[in-house]
C-alpha cells in the first residue's frame, strides 16, 4: 500500500553507529509499530505509538529509541548499531477497527 | 500477555489439494484475528480477517474459522495453485493497551506443481 513507506530500503551500516529508519503514512492512523523479523523468530514488536508523543516498548526494545513528533512520522533509531541488529525491520499502521497495514521494509545489515 | 502459536511450521501440497494452518491464542479478549501472506522479499500482507463475533468467513478460495471456546482459529485454501507458495502468519489482537497485534511464527506452504 503506497500509504505507508519506509526508507531506506536497504542500508549497511558498521558497529557502533547510530542509524535511523524512516517510516510515514498517509491514512491519519493513530496507531503505528515497529517490528523487526528474523529467520526463526518471525515479526516481533520493537515499539508502538498510539497516538502523537505517546511510545510503548514491545518485546525486544533495547538498543532501540522511537519518537513520535507528528502523527504520520515514527521514526526508529539504533543508537549505537550491533550485529545483533542486523534483520528486516516494518513498520506498520492501524486506525480503529482496521487492519494493520505494513510498509515495505528496511534490511538493514551491521558489519 | 497474549502468546499466538501456530502449526505446522512447515506444509507442502501438490496443486489443486487444500491446505490448512491452525493457530492458538491465550488472551480471551482477544477480539481480532488476521491473517497475512508474505511473499519472499516482500511485506506481509493481509487476506483475510475474522472477528470474534463471527465463526467463519469466506473469501473465494481461502476461509478462516474461529473457535472462541477452544481460542483457536484455522486458515483453509482450496484448490491450492503454486502463487499461494508463500509464509502465512496468523495474529492475535489482544486486550492490552494500544491496539498490539500478537504473530503467530509463520507456516511456510510450498505448493508442489
Known amino acids: 500500500d503506497a ?15 547510530q542509524v535511523t529508519l524512516m517510516c510515514h ?4 492512523h493513530s496507531y503505528m509499530f515497529w517490528y523487526r523479523q528474523d529467520l526463526g523468530h518471525g515479526l516481533r514488536l520493537i515499539y508502538y505509538s498510539a497516538a502523537a ?10 538498543g532501540y529509541v522511537v519518537s513520535r513528533s507528528k502523527t504520520e512520522n515514527f521514526p526508529l533509531t539504533l543508537e549505537s548499531a550491533t550485529r545483533s541488529q542486523t534483520s528486516v525491520y516494518f513498520c506498520a499502521s492501524t486506525g480503529r477497527n482496521s487492519p494493520l497495514h505494513f510498509g515495505n521494509g528496511t534490511r538493514l545489515t551491521v558489519t | 500477555g497474549e502468546n499466538v502459536e501456530q502449526h505446522p511450521s512447515t506444509l507442502s501440497v501438490q496443486e489443486g489439494d487444500s491446505a490448512v494452518i491452525k493457530c492458538t491464542y491465550s488472551d480471551s479478549a482477544s477480539n481480532y484475528f488476521p491473517w497475512y501472506k508474505q511473499e ?16 467463519e468467513k469466506k473469501d473465494q478460495r481461502i476461509a478462516v474459522t474461529l473457535n472462541k471456546t477452544a481460542k483457536h482459529f484455522s486458515l483453509h485454501i482450496t484448490e491450492t495453485q503454486p502463487e499461494d507458495s508463500a509464509v502465512y502468519f496468523c495474529a492475535a489482537k489482544g486486550s492490552g493497551y494500544g491496539q498490539n497485534f500478537v504473530f503467530g511464527p509463520g507456516t511456510r506452504l510450498s505448493v508442489l506443481p
Not at chain 1, 508523543?53 to 533495547?62: A, H, L, N, Q, S
Request: aromatic fraction near 4%.
Open chain 1, 3 to 17: 500509504g505507508i513507506t519506509q526508507s531506506p530500503r536497504y542500508k549497511i551500516t558498521e558497529t557502533g553507529r
Open chain 1, 25 to 28: 503514512q498517509t491514512w491519519s
Open chain 1, 53 to 62: 508523543d505517546i511510545t510503548d516498548k514491545g518485546e525486544v526494545p533495547d
Open chain 2, 40 to 55: 519472499l522479499g516482500k511485506r506481509p500482507q493481509l487476506i483475510i480477517d475474522i472477528r470474534s463475533n463471527v465463526g
